[in-house]
Structure formats: structure tokens, C-alpha cells
């Protein structure tokens, strides 16, 4: 199985900080890397596909890059409601896998 | 609007089993859409269950579950199941359905139901 792994696994940041969270994955797995993010609750919701491709509907301030096995999520200017824990997610091969998260607090 | 309503999550006994339903809504349920069930134990993170083709005809499963779980889906009535067996403390979660529209060839959830709880416990 592919390992997925985040960092950092918290953190705390103020309204309107540019923010970065990583993920490693334990093979190569090219562009198959997804993003979520989830509030307390309620069910994941995607923010980027494919390493780097933003859903629709989701806001411009997020972002994601990388290849292989380095990957990064950033969200330019953090807002109120970006609060929450984010997942990163291979679906380079079955059985995906998910990071641990990263909570994000104020 | 795509709507995934869950049903039938509850409390079981260890051993015992329960069938999970999600229905969808607000999309054409039997067209290229994969499916998939993911589970969150209390307090813990995002773990992959299983997964369903389009037209039922290949299902792949997590190790944890193999020979427990059966996915399937009835395309005439917009649902999809997970048929839950010999059940174990460790299954307790909450369970989700999510939508895959394999965009270009990449995976990945795009819409998600709002989990129901299983709670495995004598």
C-alpha cells in the first residue's frame, strides 16, 4: 500500500496568512494527489484534483503542486471559515489512502 | 443539485451485520460514475473502503474488509449498497458514500454524503 504522509499534523496561523501544508507519499505516484478539506461534523469536501487542478466553486486563494512523491497545498491569504482539517489522498493505485491530516487552527 | 442521502447505519453487535444505502440524486447515477464507501472512526482520519464501477461490473475492496463487505449497486434505482458482515468493534465509524467522476483518468470524490454512523458493540 502507498503511504501518505502530512506535515505538519497541526497548526496554527491568523486570518490572512499565507499558509503551506505538505504531503509525501512513500512511492511515486505522478499527478493522482487530491486535497479535502473537512469541517467539524460534516463530510470531506474536495478542494484540488489531480496535484493541482482547483474544483469548481472552490476559492482561488487555494492551490495545489507538486509531482512524484512531493506535494503541496497552499492557501494564499487565510479566511474565517479555511479553519478545519485537510487530507491529502492518492488515487494512484488502489487501496487509496489518505494522510493523517493536518488540522488548522486559529 | 447532486444529493447522496445515506440510510441504515445504527447500532450491531459484534458478528452481526447491517446494509448501508446511498441514494443519489440530481445526476445520471449509472453513467461513468465510479462509487465508493469511505469510513471515519471516531475521532480519527479518512480510511478507503471500497469502490464500484459505473455498470457493477468490477468492485475492489480494503484489506480490513475482503470477504466482510460486499459494495454493489442498482443502477435502476439510483443506489448503492454496502452489505456489512461478520462485523467488529473495529468497523465502528462513520461510513460515507462519495462520487468519483474519474475526470481525465484521475480519481477522486467529488461529492459526498453526510456519513452515517455504525457503532459495532455488545
Known amino acids: 500500500d502507498i503511504q501518505m504522509t502530512q506535515s505538519p499534523s497541526s497548526l496554527s496561523a491568523s486570518v490572512g496568512d499565507r499558509v503551506t501544508i505538505t504531503c509525501r507519499a512513500s512511492q511515486s505516484i505522478t499527478s493522482y494527489l487530491n486535497w479535502y478539506q473537512q469541517k467539524s461534523g460534516k463530510a470531506p469536501k474536495v478542494l484540488i484534483y489531480a496535484a493541482s487542478s482547483l474544483e469548481s466553486g472552490v476559492p482561488s486563494r487555494f492551490s495545489g503542486s507538486g509531482s512524484g512523491t512531493d506535494f503541496t497545498l497552499t492557501i494564499s491569504s487565510l479566511q474565517p471559515e479555511d479553519f478545519a482539517i485537510y487530507y491529502c489522498?492518492?488515487?494512484?493505485?488502489?487501496?487509496?489512502?489518505f494522510g493523517q491530516g493536518t488540522k488548522l487552527e486559529i | 443539485e447532486v444529493q447522496l442521502v445515506e440510510s441504515g447505519g445504527g447500532l450491531v453487535q459484534p458478528g452481526g451485520s447491517l446494509r448501508l444505502a446511498c441514494a443519489a440524486s440530481g445526476f445520471t447515477f449509472s453513467n461513468y460514475y465510479w462509487m465508493h464507501w469511505v469510513r471515519q472512526a471516531p475521532g480519527k482520519g479518512l480510511v478507503w473502503v471500497s469502490r464500484i464501477k459505473s455498470d457493477g461490473s468490477r468492485t475492489t475492496y480494503a484489506d480490513s474488509v475482503k470477504g466482510r463487505f460486499t459494495i454493489s449497486r442498482d443502477n435502476a434505482k439510483n443506489t448503492l449498497y454496502l452489505q456489512m458482515n461478520s462485523l467488529r468493534a473495529e468497523d465502528t465509524a462513520v461510513y460515507y458514500c462519495a462520487r468519483d467522476p474519474d475526470s481525465y483518468g484521475y480519481s477522486y470524490f467529488d461529492s459526498w454524503s453526510q456519513g452515517t454512523l455504525v457503532t459495532v458493540s455488545s
Open positions: 489522498q492518492q488515487s494512484h493505485s488502489t487501496p487509496y489512502t
